[in-house]
């Protein structure tokens, strides 16, 4: 699979930028075997047709302008209403980052990473103690939320090129220590399995969506030893319980950060 990172964007640390210079792309992934960073070959005819996921181009945006914004939201809110959550609809502001993954103009991801700011997290509604707790031991805590993933199609690699993007602008970029996430008790063992979460948090009822939550917490200094160890490695994700493997190389995330932090 090989990453082009398209030039001219410029990141995090410019958020004032008009908003179309937002919408660009971050990354388009091709499971295609090229040189790292390099623009994906196009698609024949016979693979546009009848391939899986794994085997298709995807690429990974911020969703900031209202029409992404609205995609990302119906995304959340078909997916949440299918399990019987509520949700409410995205508010933009300057501490949510939402990134979505599309495939030929199709939402079938998105990630919302939150930073913490004197207003602080969603989660401290019902883990305010916690999340105090990190704080005044010198933890940087920041969250995700509204995660949805289209399963008709379902894929690893997607999963992980938005956790991989959301931890570039949180750690990479912004030295976050810590994140956290409130997830439904029947499915925090996924977290904790595939990506290491730990349960941080007792089960208590979510109001915002109607349904029991867990808060899980994972350290942002095990992520980096993972993605040392194995980002990129896709041919020994079959012997890992693990998303690692379907995260970006190291080679590739530096080229991300550069890309996204300088517009180089």
Same mark, same amino acid.
């Not at 958020?15 to 623009?39: G, H, M, N």
């Not at 090129?161 to 810590?178: C, E, K, N, P, W």
């Not at 350290?219 to 993972?226: A, G, I, K, P, T």
């Not at 080229?255 to 932090?261: C, K």
């Given at each position: ?7 001219? &964007?410029t ?6 930028? $008009?908003? +179309?210079?937002? =919408?660009? @792309? ?24 009848g ?9 990974? %945006? ?9 995609? $990302? ?5 078909r997916?949440y ?16 980052? @939402?990134?979505?993954a599309? #495939?030929? =103009? ?13 207003? *602080? ?14 704080? #005044?031991?010198?933890?940087?805590? /920041? ?17 992980a090129?938005? &956790? ?5 602008? *949180?750690? !990479?970029?912004?030295?976050? @220590?810590?994140v956290?996430?409130? !997830? ?5 063992? &996924? ?12 089960e208590?009822? /979510?109001s915002?969506?109607?349904?029991? $939550?867990?808060?899980?917490?994972? +350290? ?5 030893? #993972? ?31 550069? %890309?996204?932090?300088?517009? *180089?």
């Open positions: 699979m090989s990453v082009n990172i398209p030039k001219g &964007f990141g995090f640390t410019q958020r004032s930028k $008009a908003a +179309e210079e937002w =919408d660009k @792309t971050i990354v388009a992934i091709s499971p295609y075997q090229l040189k790292d960073l390099v623009l994906p070959e196009p698609l024949s005819a016979a693979h546009q047709s391939e899986k996921i794994e085997e298709q181009a995807f690429k990974i %945006r911020l969703a900031h302008s209202t029409e992404r914004v609205s995609s $990302a939201s119906m995304l959340v809110q997916k209403a299918g399990r019987g959550y509520k949700t409410n609809d995205f508010n933009k502001s300057p501490e949510r980052i @939402t990134l979505m599309s #495939q030929n =103009d199709k939402v079938i991801g998105t990630l919302t990473l939150g930073l913490d700011t004197p207003h *602080g997290l969603l989660v401290e509604e019902l883990y305010k103690q916690e999340i105090d707790n990190l704080r #005044q031991a010198g933890r940087k805590v /920041c969250e995700l939320t509204k995660l949805a993933v289209d399963q008709t199609h379902g894929s690893k690699h997607i999963l090129s938005l &956790f991989h993007i959301a931890y570039i602008y *949180g750690r !990479v970029m912004q030295g976050y @220590t810590d956290v996430i409130e !997830v439904n008790p029947r499915h925090a063992a &996924f977290y904790k399995r595939m990506l290491g979460f730990t349960e941080f948090g007792p208590r009822l /979510c915002r969506v109607n349904a029991p $939550a867990v808060l899980l917490r994972l +350290e942002l200094d095990y992520v980096d030893r #993972q993605i040392e160890l194995l980002g990129g490695k896709t041919e020994s994700a079959q012997g890992e319980r693990s998303l690692y493997p379907y995260f970006f190389s190291k080679t590739d995330e530096i080229g991300i950060t550069n %890309r996204v932090t300088h517009g *180089g």
